[in-house]
């Protein structure tokens, strides 16, 4: 190996040399440091840490009631050309399980059944949801729930985003700046 | 050591001594982090039969030799009497009859526990504990415990491209084990210190692991592949996307009830008559009101699955995604990843991939034993020439005289 000839000469080849073996190191820091983030998301997705950031408790829907939290409080996700998602929660008051058929979340009101937004997924003591959010949102937007009976009734209510999850309404305003 | 003056001699390395270096140098400034990932990879394969080994309440334990096994839908009713007020979302059976039925459910408090159901008796015997030993070394052999938070975590790329240096190492092995296929059944010298012992099981383990290796490798690779596509897009799937069921085949009540929907057993009976010889392993119930009973199970090729969604008020089969509706692409693509696990052929494949990650292990290991030996005395060797002749100081490591 020509290493050895170069040895004396390079100083970026003596470093490499002299500190090659501490990527073992720098590599085993790196499982340590995320092994809290890790048993954080299990407990998460278990539901052992309740429905998620900024909960909103028991919101008035006609005659029924939930509660509404963001996955995570942190700004929108990219997902490719499809745009950006959040995440949100939420959990049916008992009593309505039984008479609630769906739910549905979207940004601003919906003027119809057919555009109530998206689905919640999942047992009704926690759905959750992935709402797209447009980067040209209004920070002072709403986010609007309905709920649709198994009779088909309907009935709707809206909390403010800043509510619901402040830092994507920190990524709006700041989308609004860049524009 | 005549041999290593013949290299000083020389001005030119040669092209077996190139290769040799390379080899030598393949893993060595990440071993540990290779060897990390070739143990929990190990563990990996069999960490379901490890849990298996360490809680009672994952067994399938017959009460009796009359007892026949339940149906899903008989498992859902018994777990529907015991526990009223919990929603079950999923039901499976993993590969083995030794094995609990699973389910996933979510509590009235909002936590989603699997539960360990006897498929005998219909009983509940426990929960996945709060640490989860097969996600856990799952999670540290996949993706080194980086979150994925926007695509592929980079802990995946991390471990994936691992495949590309241990494919390089079986190759660039290969070629410097002259004559290798002679070398199945040299044994292992013992007696001549441990740099020759370990040198010796190092290319026994590694002429009898080509296969492994090379599968190891190759399907590693893949999940690079698999990453760089996802992350820019681009799938290779032809696996329907599902729609949820159309508004006007979801019926409405007067009176505001649930509408009523067929049983899972019934479900399972209109999507075998639909698809002939359709197994049935794992039933999802439906998540909302909109979406289908969706069942799936191995079919004639044991490396991948096929999957059936009923429509749970109009009894048609809505969807279905069969191995005979791959192309011929995705039968490569999606045989990877069993490849990589060894998960295709019930418990004796995952001991064989166990036993081979096991070798693999010790492998990096001796690899790592024969490195410092040799480089220990390689590095002495060459301080002594040096006091006497710096000229002749020619390299740091000297040419392996067994190979």
């Known amino acids: 190996m020509s290493q050895a000839k170069a040895l004396p000469t390079s100083r970026l080849k003596q470093l490499w040399l002299k500190w090659r073996f501490h990527l073992n190191i720098l590599l085993i820091l790196i499982p340590l440091g995320f092994m809290p983030k890790y048993f954080a998301d299990a407990r998460l997705f278990r539901g052992d840490a309740g429905l998620g950031a900024n909960l909103i408790s028991d919101i008035q829907v006609g005659p029924y009631s939930l509660d509404l939290a963001e996955l995570r409080d942190e700004a929108p996700r990219a997902d490719g050309p499809a745009g950006y998602f959040k995440s949100f929660n939420a959990s049916l008051c008992k009593a309505c399980i039984k008479d609630v058929k769906a739910a549905y979340l979207r940004i601003g009101k ?26 040209r949102t209004k920070p002072d937007a709403h986010i609007w729930i309905t709920l649709e009976g198994w009779d088909g009734t309907l009935h709707q209510a ?14 709006l305003e700041k989308q609004g700046e860049n524009k | 050591m005549a041999e290593d003056r013949l290299m000083a001699q020389s001005p030119k390395i040669s092209k077996s001594r190139l290769w040799f270096l390379v080899h030598s140098w393949l893993a060595l400034p990440i071993w540990f982090f290779v060897l990390i990932v070739c143990f929990t990879g190990m563990l990996a394969v069999v960490s379901q039969e490890i849990v298996w080994l360490a809680d009672p309440a994952v067994r399938a334990n017959k009460p009796d030799a009359d007892t026949e096994r339940m149906s899903f839908q008989q498992v859902l009713e018994a777990l529907n009497k015991a526990e009223p007020d919990m929603v079950v979302e999923r039901l499976s059976q993993p590969d083995g009859s030794h094995f609990a039925v699973k389910a996933n459910v979510t509590l009235p408090d909002g936590t989603s526990p699997t539960l360990y159901v006897n498929p005998y008796t219909g009983t509940i015997q426990g929960k ?36 590309l240096p241990m494919l390089a190492s079986l190759v660039t092995g290969l070629v410097v084990y002259k004559k290798f296929w002679k070398g199945f059944f040299k044994p292992v010298r013992t007696g001549h210190g441990s740099r020759i012992f370990w040198g010796d099981l190092h290319r026994l383990s590694g002429v009898w692991s080509i296969w492994f290796i090379a599968v190891i490798s190759v399907t590693g690779t893949w999940f690079l592949i698999q990453a760089i596509l996802s992350d820019n897009h681009i799938t290779l799937s032809s696996r329907p996307n599902v729609p949820v069921i159309a508004r006007e085949q979801v019926p409405q009540t007067p009176d505001g009830s649930p509408a009523s929907r067929i049983d899972l057993d019934e479900a399972a009976r209109l999507a075998r008559q639909a698809i002939p010889g359709l197994e049935v392993s794992a039933i999802s119930l439906p998540a909302t009101a909109y ?65 081979f990650g096991l070798i693999l292990t010790l492998m990096v ?29 020619r390299s740091e490591t000297t040419v392996e005289a067994h190979t």
Do not use: C
């Open chain 1, 110 to 135: 919906p003027r119809s059944l057919r555009a109530a937004g998206t689905l919640f997924f999942g047992a009704p003591y926690s759905m959750g949801t992935s709402l797209p959010i447009p980067p």
């Open chain 1, 158 to 171: 809206s909390i403010p985003l800043t509510k619901a999850s402040p830092a994507t309404v920190a990524w």
């Open chain 2, 128 to 163: 996945t504990p709060d640490f989860n030993f097969e996600a856990f070394t799952r999670a540290l052999h996949g993706w080194w415990l980086v979150p994925f938070t926007n695509g592929f975590s980079w802990g995946w790329y991390l471990v994936s491209l691992l495949g």
């Open chain 2, 291 to 355: 979406s289908h009973v969706t069942l799936s199970g191995p079919g004639w090729y044991p490396l991948m699955f096929q999957s059936a969604s009923v429509n749970p008020y109009t009894r048609n089969v809505d969807s279905q995604f069969l191995i005979s509706d791959r192309s011929a692409l995705e039968f490569v693509t999606e045989s990877m990843r069993p490849l990589h696990t060894g998960d295709f052929g019930g418990l004796p494949i995952k001991l064989v991939w166990f036993f």
């Open chain 2, 365 to 393: 290991l001796s690899g790592l034993l024969i490195w410092t030996k040799r480089t220990a005395q390689a590095t002495a060797a060459a301080l002594k020439r040096t006091e006497r002749a710096p000229r002749a100081l």
